[in-house]
Every structure is written in structure tokens, then in C-alpha cells.
């Protein structure tokens, strides 16, 4: 069963910055499509970072310039890196997982979307 776990959440002032990190486990070998998601309270969820197929990162608008994604080599954990943080970023922040790939990869191939459990970031004013 193929896993993601969120961390690094937490409550900062306006202008503050935040490390969320989030780990895929459940096969080893695989790399995967690795995207953040935010949820703000009362609202819809809405995509935040990913990466195009050739590897560009790609951010929503509203954080744009303050946002920054990353990836590991082994391609089983994301981070989001943010600064700057405004009180219209408090959410809760998912990660999603799709798309296994990776020769020795025991599930390459087979349709996987799973959602972490979700961070909170809260941020003040």
C-alpha cells in the first residue's frame, strides 16, 4: 500500500517561512508525481506546486516568487519550501501522489493516487 505522509507544519507570523516535507512509503524502487495540494479553511482544495513532465516546477499564481518545491534524487519524498507566508496561506497543506515509475518498481504501471493525511499551517498576522 503506497503511503504519503506530510510534515513540518506549524504556526508563524506574517513573513514567517515553513519546511513542509512529505515521504511516500509502501514500495521500495519506485519514484513518483509528487504534488501539493492546500486546503483553506472553508474552502475548496486548490493545487499549490508540482512538477511538468520534464521536470519544471509549476506553482499557483498566489505563491508564486515565495514558494519553491523540491524533490530528492530517489524521487520518494517532496518539499515545499515557503517564505513570506500571509495569513491567506493558512491551510491545510496535502500531498499527492501519483503515477509510480522506476524499472524495479513493483507497481510501475499501476493507477495510484493517494492523499496524505494533510499539515497545518497557520499563519498570523
Known amino acids: 500500500e503506497v503511503r504519503a505522509t506530510e510534515s513540518g507544519g506549524g504556526s508563524v507570523q506574517a513573513g514567517g517561512s515553513l519546511r513542509l516535507s512529505c515521504a511516500v512509503t509502501?514500495?521500495?524502487?519506485?519514484?513518483?508525481?509528487m504534488r501539493w495540494y492546500r486546503q483553506p479553511p472553508g474552502k475548496l482544495r486548490e493545487f499549490v506546486s508540482g512538477?511538468?513532465?520534464?521536470?519544471?516546477?509549476k506553482y499557483a499564481d498566489t505563491v508564486k516568487g515565495r514558494f519553491t518545491i523540491s524533490q530528492n534524487n530517489a524521487k520518494d519524498m517532496v518539499y515545499l519550501e515557503m517564505n513570506d507566508l500571509k495569513p491567506d496561506d493558512t491551510a491545510t497543506y496535502y500531498c499527492?501522489?501519483?503515477?509510480?515509475?522506476?524499472?524495479?518498481?513493483?507497481?510501475?504501471?499501476?493507477?495510484?493516487?493517494?492523499w496524505g493525511r494533510g499539515t497545518l499551517v497557520t499563519v498570523s498576522p
Open positions: 509502501g514500495f521500495p524502487n519506485c519514484e513518483y508525481d
Open positions: 512538477f511538468e513532465k520534464e521536470g519544471t516546477a
Open positions: 499527492k501522489v501519483m503515477k509510480p515509475q522506476g524499472e524495479s518498481c513493483p507497481i510501475l504501471g499501476r493507477y495510484v493516487e493517494v
